[in-house]
T-cell receptor, first 117, second 113 residues
Framework: EADIYQTPRYLVIGTGKKITLECSQT?????MYWYQQDPGMELHLIHY???????EKGDLSSESTVSRIRTEHFPLTLESARPSHTSQYLC????????????????FGEGSRLTVL | EDKVVQSPLSLVVHEGDTVTLNCSYE??????LLWYKQEKKAPTFLFML????IEKKSGRLSSILDKKELSSILNITATQTGDSAIYLC?????????????FGQGTTLQVKP
């Protein structure tokens, strides 16, 4: 069973507030990802990290920022939330490395559903 | 532009039917293709395919990769209502250390009793 946790699961917040979505994994995975998914739509990669102090922007432009100070922790922050940020945010981690692909699968957290009023 | 395209986007069948879901991709430096099932919450892993022509099987589900055609299919036989979900195809591409995963838009399967 995957050990990756996201908090909060649900958040309703007013415009202009600062929010941080937490993501932690206990599997020692180097790679972590944040995906954004609107209802009925595909997952879009917004941030990823290959290890501590490594973060990159994903394919979908996002006003959020991330940090990776510890291997197990990959929080996502919105400095000033807007209604357009309303979405589900999924955190994931993987062991994908080099030629030893292992399963290559992503382990997903339960997701954080954000509503900005 | 790297992309993963799934078809059909939605499908309604009756219990006992067999379904075939399609996934095609255009990416640089393909490494592997994965199938996920997403119900109400996070996607759960089904299969990972790296080699062309080798079928992966788990119960009533099976999948195969065709690298020549840049595509994969996911078969579900004797469907049950519990198979109703969104099925996501994803492709890992890029260098060995910086592989990224791109998702298709998903196929929404509804199995009616």
């Amino acid at each position: 069973e995957a050990d990756i946790y996201q908090t909060p699961r649900y958040l309703v917040i007013g415009t202009g507030k600062k929010i941080t979505l937490e993501c932690s994994q206990t599997m020692g995975h180097d790679k972590m990802y944040w995906y954004q998914q609107d209802p009925g739509m595909e997952l879009h990669l917004i941030h990823y990290s290959y290890g501590v102090n490594s973060t990159e922007k994903g394919d979908l432009s996002s006003e959020s920022t991330v940090s990776r100070i510890r291997t197990e922790h990959f929080p996502l922050t919105l400095e000033s939330a807007r209604p357009s940020h309303t979405s589900q945010y999924l955190c994931a981690s993987s062991e994908f490395r080099g030629t030893n692909l292992n399963t290559g699968e992503l382990f997903f957290g339960e997701g954080s559903r954000l509503t900005v009023l | 532009e790297d992309k993963v395209v799934q078809s059909p986007l939605s499908l309604v069948v009756h219990e006992g039917d067999t379904v075939t879901l399609n996934c095609s991709y255009e990416v640089t430096n393909f490494r592997s293709l994965l199938w996920y099932k997403q119900e109400k919450k996070a996607p759960t892993f089904l299969f990972m395919l790296t080699s062309s022509g080798i079928e992966k099987k788990s119960g009533r589900l099976s999948s195969i990769l065709d690298k020549k055609e840049l595509s994969s299919i996911l078969n579900i036989t004797a469907t049950q209502t519990g198979d109703s979900a969104i099925y996501l195809c994803a492709v890992i591409h890029g260098s060995s250390n910086t592989g990224k995963l791109i998702f298709g838009q998903g196929t929404t399967l509804q199995v009616k009793p």
